[in-house]
Protein backbone atom coordinates (compact mmCIF):
# COMPACT_ATOMS: atom_id res chain seq x y z
CA UNK A 1 0.00 0.00 0.00
CA UNK A 2 1.73 3.04 -1.11
CA UNK A 3 1.70 5.83 1.16
CA UNK A 4 1.71 9.87 0.18
CA UNK A 5 4.42 10.59 -2.25
CA UNK A 6 5.68 13.55 -3.55
CA UNK A 7 8.02 15.04 -6.27
CA UNK A 8 10.58 16.87 -6.43
CA UNK A 9 12.34 15.76 -2.99
CA UNK A 10 14.93 18.83 -3.58
CA UNK A 11 14.18 22.44 -5.61
CA UNK A 12 16.31 25.32 -5.55
CA UNK A 13 14.59 28.37 -7.79
CA UNK A 14 15.99 31.93 -7.71
CA UNK A 15 13.73 35.04 -6.82
CA UNK A 16 11.01 35.20 -8.81
CA UNK A 17 10.72 32.46 -10.25
CA UNK A 18 7.88 30.31 -10.39
CA UNK A 19 7.58 26.22 -9.11
CA UNK A 20 5.33 23.30 -9.46
CA UNK A 21 5.23 20.94 -6.68
CA UNK A 22 3.04 17.15 -6.59
CA UNK A 23 1.75 14.79 -4.55
CA UNK A 24 0.01 11.82 -4.93
CA UNK A 25 -2.36 10.98 -2.06
CA UNK A 26 -2.66 7.53 -0.55
CA UNK A 27 -4.44 4.83 -1.58
CA UNK A 28 -7.93 5.38 -0.65
CA UNK A 29 -7.65 9.12 0.02
CA UNK A 30 -9.53 11.42 -1.72
CA UNK A 31 -8.43 15.09 0.15
CA UNK A 32 -5.21 16.79 0.19
CA UNK A 33 -3.66 19.04 2.41
CA UNK A 34 -0.79 21.66 1.90
CA UNK A 35 1.69 22.57 4.81
CA UNK A 36 4.65 24.74 4.88
CA UNK A 37 7.38 24.43 7.41
CA UNK A 38 9.79 26.76 8.04
CA UNK A 39 13.12 25.29 10.38
CA UNK A 40 12.19 25.42 13.85
CA UNK A 41 8.45 25.70 13.19
CA UNK A 42 5.37 23.20 12.65
CA UNK A 43 3.44 23.10 9.73
CA UNK A 44 1.43 26.08 8.54
CA UNK A 45 -1.92 25.13 6.39
CA UNK A 46 -1.70 26.38 3.17
CA UNK A 47 -4.85 25.17 1.81
CA UNK A 48 -6.86 21.74 1.13
CA UNK A 49 -8.49 20.14 -1.71
CA UNK A 50 -11.47 17.85 -1.95
CA UNK A 51 -13.50 17.04 -5.36
CA UNK A 52 -11.16 18.92 -7.24
CA UNK A 53 -12.33 22.16 -5.12
CA UNK A 54 -9.92 24.45 -2.94
CA UNK A 55 -12.03 24.30 0.59
CA UNK A 56 -9.98 26.89 1.79
CA UNK A 57 -6.68 28.18 2.59
CA UNK A 58 -4.90 29.58 5.08
CA UNK A 59 -3.06 32.91 5.80
CA UNK A 60 -1.12 32.80 2.61
CA UNK A 61 -0.96 34.72 -0.74
CA UNK A 62 -2.91 33.91 -4.02
CA UNK A 63 0.92 33.80 -5.03
CA UNK A 64 0.12 30.41 -3.96
CA UNK A 65 -2.14 28.28 -5.88
CA UNK A 66 -2.82 24.82 -6.49
CA UNK A 67 -5.31 22.08 -8.12
CA UNK A 68 -6.63 18.78 -7.83
CA UNK A 69 -6.57 15.75 -10.44
CA UNK A 70 -9.83 13.69 -11.11
CA UNK A 71 -7.27 10.67 -9.66
CA UNK A 72 -6.68 12.90 -6.05
CA UNK A 73 -3.49 13.91 -7.21
CA UNK A 74 -2.51 17.41 -6.66
CA UNK A 75 -0.49 20.07 -7.47
CA UNK A 76 1.10 23.33 -5.63
CA UNK A 77 2.36 26.11 -7.26
CA UNK A 78 4.12 29.17 -6.25
CA UNK A 79 4.72 32.49 -8.38
CA UNK A 80 7.10 35.46 -7.92
CA UNK A 81 9.06 33.49 -5.83
CA UNK A 82 10.70 35.27 -2.31
CA UNK A 83 13.57 34.31 -0.30
CA UNK A 84 10.87 33.97 2.54
CA UNK A 85 9.52 30.91 0.57
CA UNK A 86 12.03 28.94 1.38
CA UNK A 87 11.01 25.83 3.25
CA UNK A 88 9.88 22.01 3.32
CA UNK A 89 6.36 21.86 1.63
CA UNK A 90 4.51 19.09 3.03
CA UNK A 91 1.30 17.07 1.46
CA UNK A 92 -0.91 15.00 3.67
CA UNK A 93 -4.09 13.36 2.46
CA UNK A 94 -6.94 11.70 4.66
CA UNK A 95 -10.10 10.23 3.70
CA UNK A 96 -13.37 12.65 3.55
CA UNK A 97 -15.68 9.77 5.04
CA UNK A 98 -13.66 8.72 7.73
CA UNK A 99 -15.08 10.17 11.08
CA UNK A 100 -11.01 10.88 12.61
CA UNK A 101 -10.19 12.04 9.01
CA UNK A 102 -6.60 11.23 9.90
CA UNK A 103 -4.29 13.33 7.60
CA UNK A 104 -0.67 11.16 6.68
CA UNK A 105 1.96 13.19 5.35
CA UNK A 106 4.41 12.71 2.58
CA UNK A 107 8.14 12.89 2.71
CA UNK A 108 8.18 16.69 1.88
CA UNK A 109 9.73 18.78 -0.96
CA UNK A 110 12.63 20.94 0.47
CA UNK A 111 12.66 24.06 -1.76
CA UNK A 112 15.17 26.59 -1.12
CA UNK A 113 15.06 30.19 -3.00
CA UNK A 114 18.35 32.29 -3.80
CA UNK B 1 -7.80 31.19 15.72
CA UNK B 2 -5.75 28.54 17.55
CA UNK B 3 -2.82 29.05 19.91
CA UNK B 4 -0.91 25.99 20.77
CA UNK B 5 2.06 25.83 22.96
CA UNK B 6 4.56 23.10 23.55
CA UNK B 7 8.31 23.76 25.29
CA UNK B 8 10.76 23.67 22.68
CA UNK B 9 13.21 21.57 23.85
CA UNK B 10 13.47 17.96 26.30
CA UNK B 11 16.39 15.82 27.56
CA UNK B 12 15.36 12.09 29.16
CA UNK B 13 17.43 9.24 29.52
CA UNK B 14 16.78 5.97 27.58
CA UNK B 15 14.70 3.72 29.17
CA UNK B 16 12.60 6.51 31.24
CA UNK B 17 9.02 7.83 30.61
CA UNK B 18 8.91 11.12 29.54
CA UNK B 19 5.95 13.89 29.01
CA UNK B 20 5.90 16.23 26.49
CA UNK B 21 2.86 18.66 27.54
CA UNK B 22 0.92 20.86 24.88
CA UNK B 23 -1.71 23.49 25.76
CA UNK B 24 -4.64 25.36 23.33
CA UNK B 25 -6.81 28.02 22.54
CA UNK B 26 -9.25 27.99 20.18
CA UNK B 27 -12.46 29.01 18.33
CA UNK B 28 -13.19 25.34 16.90
CA UNK B 29 -11.92 22.16 18.73
CA UNK B 30 -12.40 18.53 16.44
CA UNK B 31 -9.85 16.82 18.06
CA UNK B 32 -5.93 16.92 18.91
CA UNK B 33 -3.35 14.76 17.21
CA UNK B 34 0.11 14.07 17.81
CA UNK B 35 2.67 13.42 15.48
CA UNK B 36 6.56 12.54 15.74
CA UNK B 37 8.53 13.98 13.17
CA UNK B 38 12.73 13.20 12.58
CA UNK B 39 14.89 15.38 11.45
CA UNK B 40 14.74 16.32 7.21
CA UNK B 41 11.75 13.72 7.26
CA UNK B 42 7.90 14.10 7.19
CA UNK B 43 6.01 13.95 10.00
CA UNK B 44 4.24 10.38 11.40
CA UNK B 45 1.16 9.99 13.10
CA UNK B 46 1.20 9.07 16.76
CA UNK B 47 -2.44 9.00 18.21
CA UNK B 48 -5.79 10.92 18.21
CA UNK B 49 -7.95 12.61 21.07
CA UNK B 50 -11.29 13.77 20.44
CA UNK B 51 -12.79 12.84 24.07
CA UNK B 52 -11.43 13.39 27.30
CA UNK B 53 -9.16 10.65 28.90
CA UNK B 54 -6.42 9.01 27.82
CA UNK B 55 -5.64 6.51 25.00
CA UNK B 56 -2.49 4.03 24.72
CA UNK B 57 -0.80 2.70 22.25
CA UNK B 58 2.14 0.67 23.01
CA UNK B 59 4.72 2.64 24.82
CA UNK B 60 2.50 5.59 23.78
CA UNK B 61 -0.03 6.99 25.35
CA UNK B 62 -2.14 10.65 24.87
CA UNK B 63 -4.22 12.40 27.38
CA UNK B 64 -6.91 15.40 26.71
CA UNK B 65 -8.74 17.44 28.76
CA UNK B 66 -11.02 19.55 26.61
CA UNK B 67 -12.06 21.75 29.64
CA UNK B 68 -8.30 22.80 30.54
CA UNK B 69 -7.43 23.17 26.68
CA UNK B 70 -4.56 21.13 27.89
CA UNK B 71 -3.15 17.21 26.31
CA UNK B 72 0.00 15.68 27.48
CA UNK B 73 2.01 12.73 25.31
CA UNK B 74 3.42 10.19 27.34
CA UNK B 75 6.50 8.17 26.12
CA UNK B 76 7.96 4.98 28.09
CA UNK B 77 10.74 2.96 27.96
CA UNK B 78 12.49 5.68 25.89
CA UNK B 79 14.66 4.88 23.21
CA UNK B 80 17.53 6.17 21.54
CA UNK B 81 14.99 6.03 18.24
CA UNK B 82 12.70 7.95 20.24
CA UNK B 83 14.63 11.42 19.68
CA UNK B 84 12.81 13.40 17.62
CA UNK B 85 10.49 16.76 17.54
CA UNK B 86 6.76 15.92 18.90
CA UNK B 87 4.16 18.23 17.02
CA UNK B 88 1.09 18.73 18.60
CA UNK B 89 -2.07 19.60 16.20
CA UNK B 90 -5.35 20.99 17.17
CA UNK B 91 -7.99 20.21 14.08
CA UNK B 92 -10.70 22.70 13.19
CA UNK B 93 -13.59 21.94 11.24
CA UNK B 94 -13.44 24.10 7.74
CA UNK B 95 -16.59 26.50 6.24
CA UNK B 96 -16.43 24.25 3.67
CA UNK B 97 -16.22 20.99 5.11
CA UNK B 98 -13.44 19.06 5.70
CA UNK B 99 -10.71 19.93 8.60
CA UNK B 100 -6.99 21.42 9.04
CA UNK B 101 -4.86 21.06 11.36
CA UNK B 102 -2.89 23.91 13.58
CA UNK B 103 0.43 23.04 14.55
CA UNK B 104 2.35 23.80 17.25
CA UNK B 105 6.55 24.78 17.10
CA UNK B 106 7.27 21.34 18.35
CA UNK B 107 9.57 19.81 21.30
CA UNK B 108 12.44 18.35 19.99
CA UNK B 109 13.45 15.45 21.95
CA UNK B 110 16.93 14.53 22.83
CA UNK B 111 17.02 10.88 24.11
CA UNK B 112 20.72 10.32 26.12
CA UNK B 113 22.37 7.21 27.45
Known amino acids: DAGVTQSPTHLIKTRGQQVTLRCSPK?????VSWYQQALGQGPQFIFQYYEEEERQRGNFPDRFSGHQFPNYSSELNVNALLLGDSALYLCASSFQGKSTDTQYFGPGTRLTVL | GQNIDQPTEMTATEGAIVQINCTYQ??????LFWYQQHAGEAPTFLSY????GLEEKGRFSSFLSRSKGYSYLLLKELQMKDSASYLCAVRDALTGGGNKLTFGTGTQLKVEL
Open chain 2, 26 to 31: TSGFNG
Open chain 1, 27 to 31: SGHDT
Open chain 2, 49 to 52: NVLD
